[in-house]
């Protein structure tokens, strides 16, 4: 009775502390998003990209490594436009257009073409 007691006060103690660790950002966030068919990965934290962290499952390989920052460059400049042009009431709408916005203006793709 006594495990069940501490975990009902664990889970509740996490339910009413995820919005405040959510608007803080402290956790380490994957995001997955398919942009014009190119699939791009990337994480943040603190409201902050973590460029080492984009495209990362294909770094070994050069030429998808490239379109897939490229893309993923694109991507951070779209999303800030459209969060820039069509503000929303919602309560980390803020936080994400400093995300996109600031990784948009910092983040360099890799660009790798192959010549004759």
Not at 11 to 34: F, Q, T
Not at 62 to 68: G, I, K, R, T
Request: aromatic share 12%; proline share 5%; charged share 20%.
């Amino acid at each position: 009775m006594i495990d069940s007691y501490v975990q009902f006060n664990e889970k509740l103690a996490y339910a009413i502390l995820k919005p405040m660790r959510e608007g803080m950002g402290v956790e380490l966030e994957s995001v997955n998003v398919d942009y014009h068919d190119q699939p791009v990965s990337f994480q943040y934290q603190m409201w902050r990209l973590r460029p080492n962290t984009v495209c990362l499952p294909q770094k070994n390989k050069l030429l998808e490594y490239s379109a897939c920052t490229e893309a993923a460059s694109q991507f951070f400049h779209e999303t800030c436009q459209t969060l820039q042009q069509k503000p929303i009431r919602a309560a980390l709408y803020s936080n994400y257009k400093r995300l996109y916005c600031n990784a948009a203006v910092s983040y360099q793709p890799v660009v790798a073409k192959v010549r004759r």
